[in-house]
């Protein structure tokens, strides 16, 4: 009896899901989502090839430094790095007195509080510190960004779709809004105060173009740069905050699979040798 009812739960379960499953698919057919302005002028990033790229990627240091540079430069009035301390760029080739040198001349200084009034206040980076946050909270941040809320980077090439490429291809990305998207979409117009770029999810961002000509960052390498070379050497450099031990992950997943083959052929050698003398 209790089998019976268990049955006839269960078939009242597939019933209710293959009768929502139904509908569902009904409903989606007659009424198809609306044709939009995002899903027909989004455009998808170009692949930028960077060497961290695949199995076997490797961060190009003098390139992650660069980005860093740019990010110094560019990208630290606006956006946070909360994830990353600055000891941690001794692993893209800056040694430790240049990391103490880096921390101490960062223009944003460390929240603190004076010992002998317990005010706020202020003290120099050391390596050990996280990157400090441009603003002291989100209400100064969206105050001095027309209201919308710069993200922290730490993460971002991880937080995005095609990340790396996604960096690049935002930061190139800005233009002026086709005609043909306001002659078929009349009302999407870019509202005042944003920026049309076709790889932001809705088309319309409120950050203004941050790399804006040639030679905007003067590079200590020598590298010219240019609007394309900053922009990719920025995404490389926020791939490498993102994942930091990239390099370990591939040469650990690269032995794993060395190993598995090893194993997987002395399996096989023990398998022959035990049933040799067996008749199949």
Request: proline residues 7%; glycine residues 4%.
């Amino acid at each position: 009896m209790v089998r019976l009812i268990s049955l006839l739960v269960g078939a009242g379960f597939v019933f209710v899901l293959a009768l929502a499953l139904f509908f569902t698919a009904k409903d989606a057919i007659q009424n198809p989502a609306p044709h939009t302005a995002e899903h027909a002028f989004h455009e998808h990033p170009e692949n930028i090839h960077l060497s961290s790229a695949g199995l076997f990627g490797k961060f190009d240091r003098p390139q992650v430094q660069r980005g860093f540079q740019v990010y110094k430069e560019v990208c630290a009035a606006c956006h946070s790095l909360k994830y990353v301390s600055f000891r941690d760029l001794q692993k893209i080739g800056y040694n430790e007195a240049e990391v103490k040198a880096i921390a101490n001349q960062w223009v944003i200084e460390q929240p603190s509080v004076n010992p002998e009034t317990g005010e706020a206040a202020t003290r120099k980076n050391l390596p050990s510190d996280h990157f400090p946050s441009p603003f002291a909270n989100e209400v100064a941040a969206r105050a001095a960004n027309n209201n919308a809320l710069p993200p922290d980077l730490s993460l971002m090439t991880k937080a995005r779709e095609d990340g790396s490429n996604y960096v690049h291809a935002l930061l190139m990305g800005y233009r002026d809004q086709p005609a043909e998207l306001l002659r078929e979409f009349p009302d999407a117009k870019t509202p005042e105060g944003l920026h049309y770029n076709p790889y932001f999810a809705n088309l319309n961002i409120a950050m203004p173009p941050p790399i804006t000509s040639d030679g905007q960052v003067t590079y200590s390498d020598g590298t010219k740069a240019t609007k394309d070379q900053m922009a990719r050497d920025v995404a490389a450099f926020l791939t490498w905050t993102a994942e930091p031990n990239l390099e370990a992950r591939h040469a650990a997943g690269i032995a794993v699979v060395i190993f598995l083959l090893i194993f997987v052929y002395l399996t096989w050698g023990a398998y022959q040798n035990v049933w040799r003398n067996i008749k199949h």
